[in-house]
């Protein structure tokens, strides 16, 4: 049987077609697999007491509230530094800078920032904040070493949200007669807005996560007191995962993936709550 | 009424001066905060090689990168990181064997094949993947790959630097994925149409013209994919078993940079020898993901230059 140029053709987008989407259907599948794993293996460890509780027994009993805790103490400290920091960085980048081989090298940097690797952070931020800077091992220590990880995120997020502000508006303003300044704070600030809160949202969510960064500059295996100020030492979810799983034998299985499970959610319902904010204020404005 | 008006220009003037003096500062602020990015990176390499300074000089570059006895706790300390260079080469090389051709096969078919709700969905999916902190990547591995490596293989341990390499090339996924899709979605469309037009099926059109023009983007997908992969540190550090020697065959532990950093600072003395080489393999990580970066970031900013998007 001889196949005409055209039938060939016509067999190869198949095979071509079902191959691709094989591979498109794989990926999406280990990512809706990992999703529920991870809840069928975290929901049977939830209870009122594995969320308020200290925990017992090296973490094989009670609960993971000073964890929790001292997560939220992190990533807030993190938020902190990196919000005002980041959008200034963004501002920057869309409104003021030059188009020149300097702002290419400040582009460069930012994108090569958020290739470094988590441990590298973690590095630093034993060797800048822990030791040279005298902090010593504590929540200030390790937000400010998840700050420098989090902020290429934020200044990227915003400006690209300032971009995609029309230049019409900004001509307005300025046609009334606002400076630039103004411009900027009460008129592309509030528009992008919601562009920004996604990526800031997108990178605290991330800082959440991390475990290289905290190793050395202030995670602690167990403690039954919360942190008392940003000069103390902290317990963190992911790093009670790491610390259960390796150094803890016959981990409660249980409890260890109900902590996974309440990181994940925590992290994707935040994510996903402001991709979805995003979008909704998005299709309201048209511009 | 007379005297009223040169009044309120003098406290407007004053008011514009203030006004005036806060803007130049605010915009000084951002100005400043512009190059934080610089002034960070600077920094990182700053405090790694100043705190590297004792290793190599006590120990040496030579040793250190091709020396292949790693004990730093023996008296002398023995510091040759070749095993570890090496045990990280090999688990990245297996994660990319894995994941760069489905997650290059996926970008092209929701870029180029499906419907805008699928692709939209996949998205979504996606980037929950990426949200996934790594220590969970590696609670999944020691629950399920470590297992199944060890049956499959019949091993005494699963602890390997396959199960390391699996688990880290689903991670690298989402970064294959994303940007190489990016990068198809960025070439013209015209460019697809012409080929159509002239009678090409899609699929000869994909491979013929769309795939071509966004090589250069595929090819930084794939290195920002190798840059995040050989940077990954939990993953490894509870997938790999840690056995610092020269590895033979995938099949066996092997201890990565990342996880020898994360592994051993927690015991060394602070300003110590080991700490310092610590350091050296640190600034070695640092040097090789930034060489990665600046590569796939030139190389994308040819192709925005191409395409103008």
New interface residues.
Partial sequence: MRLSRRQRARIFEAVARALLGTAAALVVGVAGFLLLYIAFRGIPGLSWEFLTDVPRNRGREGGIFPALVGTLYVVFGTGVLTVPLGILGGVYLSEYAPRSPSTRFIRLAVANMAGVPSIVYGLFGLAAFVLAAGIGRSVLAASLTLTCMTLPVVITATEEALRQIPADLRHAALALGASRLRTVWTVVLPAAAPGIVTGIVLGLARAAGETAPILFTGAVFQMRRLPDGPGSQFMALPYHIYTQVTSVPNWNRDLVWGTAFILVATVSAASALAAVWRSFKRRRTAW | MTHGRPLTVARSNGRTAI?RAA?AV??G???V??????V??A??AV??A??SVRALREVGVGPIMVGTEWYPTSHPGKFGAAPLIVGSLLVTSIALVLCV???L??A???SE??TRRIKEA?K??????A??????Y???G???VVPAVKSVFGLDSGLTALSGGIVLG?MA?PTV?SISEDALHAVPSSLRHASLALGN????T??KVTIPAASSGIFAAVM?GV??A?????AV??LTGNAAVMPRTVLESVRTM?GT??AE??EVV?GGLHYSV??VV?LV??AV??A???A??VVLEKQRKRWGA
């Fill in positions: 006004r803007e605010a915009t602020f951002i100005r905060s512009g190059w934080t990015a610089i960070v990176l920094a990182i405090f790694l100043w705190n051709p489905v997650g096969a996926a092209v078919f929701l094949f499906a996949a979504a999916v996606i980037e929950f993947m949200a996934i902190p790594s220590v969970v590696g609670l999944v020691v629950a399920l689903i996924l994925v099926t899609r699929w000869q994909t491979y920002l840059g995040r050989i940077g990954e540190t939990m550090l509870m990342t950093i994360a600072m927690g602070q610590l350091f640190g990580l640092f993901t930034f990665i970066n600046l796939a970031d």
